[in-house]
């Protein structure tokens, strides 16, 4: 009879800083980048009207995860989460499960973790100021994640104007209008990806743009000619080109495989900064890798008597 360890929405978020997630989370893309960590691409069950459902396995480290993970964005109209998601934790040596973990506290860790993590590796020394459009919850974990890199002042935006008089409120920084999130140094967009939330005439030489909400065929987050302006780089090719925010580029011939930098050859110095007059764009669609990065830090908190889990036998 198997036994797993249940780690719920505040152990995990107890257990994992900010600080921490960037680092786990940047060791994981060298891990994936050398080989050895081992993921293939999500799987997409499309829930109509209003969302999908996805399946992110990876295995490294001993252990092997698979994350099951929804997005429906009309659920904040009825006070619902967008996001609910489980990740079952099993050993790779003989397949037994470990644990079951709140996805949507890792999701929201590893999805803020990046933003820093990539900007560190792309934009130039100098860039400080933080644009966010979008702040839900994960636009609330870039934004937190983004501070503990050191990055701000910021500005906020959200359709929602509560939202982003909250999240301005946390750090200090000032709620405004999209376009001044959009003039930052550093501009991470986080929104359902239903429309562009940038457009050509936002962007300048030496910005960076966080693309994080197009996680899915049909999404994005950039007008077709901002993207085609920018400098290009994404998490994974095969998910970014299927269903992320250069998807449609790729479709209409325009972006090709060499025209993209994955950002653990950058880490890992596989690939070299090179700079242009061209703004950068990061195009992260949230890979299994980095939710495996999440739970080995989870995993080795569990192991050393520092989170307090019940067990379940099944």
Known sequence: MASLRLIDHDA???AVSPEQAIERVTEGFKRFACGDWVMPSKVYLDAPPGGDF???????????????????P????????????T??????????PLALIDGRAVTALRTGAVAPIATRAIAPEGARSVGIIGCGLHGAWVARCMAAAGYGDGVVFDATESLAASLAAEFGWRAGTRAEAAGQDVVCTITPGSEPVVTAADLRPGQHINAL??????????????LDSCLLFCDEWEQASHGGEITGAVARGVVARGD??????????VSSMRRDDKPTLFDSTGLAIQDLAICTALMAKLAAGEIDARSVDL
């Open 12 to 14: 995990v978020l107890a």
């Open 260 to 269: 993209v930098t994955e950002l653990g050859w950058l880490l890992t110095g």
């Open 74 to 85: 009309g659920n904040s109209a009825h006070g619902m989460p967008v996001v609910y998601g």
């Open 87 to 96: 990740i079952i934790v099993s050993s790779a040596e003989s397949g037994e």
């Open 213 to 226: 909400g197009a996680d899915g065929p049909g999404k994005s987050e950039l007008t077709p000619e901002a």
């Open 54 to 72: 996805r399946a992110m396995p990876a295995r490294g480290d001993g252990l092997a995860i698979v994350k099951w993970v929804t997005s429906f």
